[in-house]
């Protein structure tokens, strides 16, 4: 028995870090996928092959490469709730560049999570969120869940602490993702914003406020299709990024770039490194792209997916 399921990459497209103090942000898939193949084998092993290397254990043993344990976990949960008397084989093939905030690994536990329960039954989307969520868990204890959701049922999504509503209008601008490849733990990046508001409490408070207007103007602009007001949006939401501290002398550098030819472009994720999104014309994107060839990074164009989950 074969079960194969693929999943989109995702962005936050406004209000990181504020969202970590109730303001609402907004997140979308974009069309890069990982995807995940399941094999039941009568082995009784678990063997995962991926960009983050190969391992095969016994069905009681732990592996040792801590970024397999969510597909460990799945395997390992499958196995006991379906009574299998062998084993399974994963197979994780991605076209999401790694640990820079585009949600590689909620995609990877979303693609999982549906591949391997696939094997044995089908369940529904929100199962398979909740159990991806779990996966996740165990390398992100205190995943707000947020990316698997976005994962899961693709497209646009508000999110606050309290919960999650999908945005169904399904607007068609283009992006352009910058990888800065500079490597940032998200950990370090919130703890360096609770320092600014700390100190600054008054103002944090005041951004606050101003980040809640932008997500209302945000739903408008896409109501109206108005990418220009859009990528405006997304300039005046990186000012705040900077002024919290989460953006540095070559994320500014990029955008700066980046900022001549498009709409607008801002941090996504915690910021210090990572990536950058703009929205900008098609017409623009080639010389967007070439216009960053001298920083030597990876960069690409992406469109919104509206496909989310996918299984085969
Ligand atoms: O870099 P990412 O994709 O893990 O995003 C972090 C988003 C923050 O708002 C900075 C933190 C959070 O938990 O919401």
Redesign the pocket.
């Known amino acids: 028995m074969i079960s194969k399921a693929s999943a989109p990459a995702k962005i ?1 497209l406004f209000g ?2 504020f ?2 103090y109730d303001v609402k ?1 907004i997140l979308a898939t974009i069309n890069k996928r990982i995807t995940v193949t399941s094999e039941t084998t009568a082995e009784p092993t678990i063997s995962i092959q991926s960009q983050l290397g190969d391992i095969k254990i016994g069905i009681l043993e732990k592996n040792t490469i801590p970024e397999l344990r969510p597909f460990e976990f799945l395997a390992k949960k499958m196995i006991k709730e379906f009574s299998h008397k062998g084993g399974i084989k994963i197979q994780i093939e991605s076209d999401i560049p790694y640990g820079v ?1 585009l ?1 590689s690994s909620a995609a990877a536990c979303v693609a999982s999570a549906a591949s391997i329960s696939g094997l044995f039954t089908k369940y529904s989307k929100d199962k398979i969120c909740k159990l991806a969520i779990e996966a996740e868990k165990t390398i992100f204890e205190n995943t ?1 869940g ?2 698997c959701t976005v994962c899961t049922f693709g497209g646009i999504i508000e999110y606050d602490k309290s919960g999650y509503q999908k945005i169904k209008l399904e607007p068609d601008f283009n992006l352009v993702i910058v990888n800065s490849e500079i490597i940032h733990r ?1 950990k370090d ?2 703890s360096k914003v609770l320092q600014f508001k700390n100190n600054n409490a008054a103002r944090f408070e005041e951004l606050c406020v101003k980040e809640s207007e932008i997500i209302r103007k945000v739903k408008i602009a896409i109501e109206q299709k108005d990418y220009k007001a859009l990528g405006s949006l997304i300039k005046e939401n990186q000012v705040y990024l900077k002024e919290i501290g989460v953006s540095n002398d070559t994320l500014d550098g990029i955008i700066q770039t980046v900022d001549k030819t498009s709409y607008g472009s801002k941090i996504t ?2 910021g210090g490194g ?1 990536c950058i999104i703009s929205i900008a014309e098609e017409s623009a994107i080639d010389d967007i792209i070439r216009k960053l060839d001298k920083y030597q990074i990876q960069c690409f164009a992406a469109k919104i997916d509206y496909r989310g989950l996918e299984t085969f």
Do not use: P
């Open positions: 936050i990181e870090h969202v970590v942000a905030g949600g707000s947020a990316d998200t990046v919130v994720g915690a990572g």
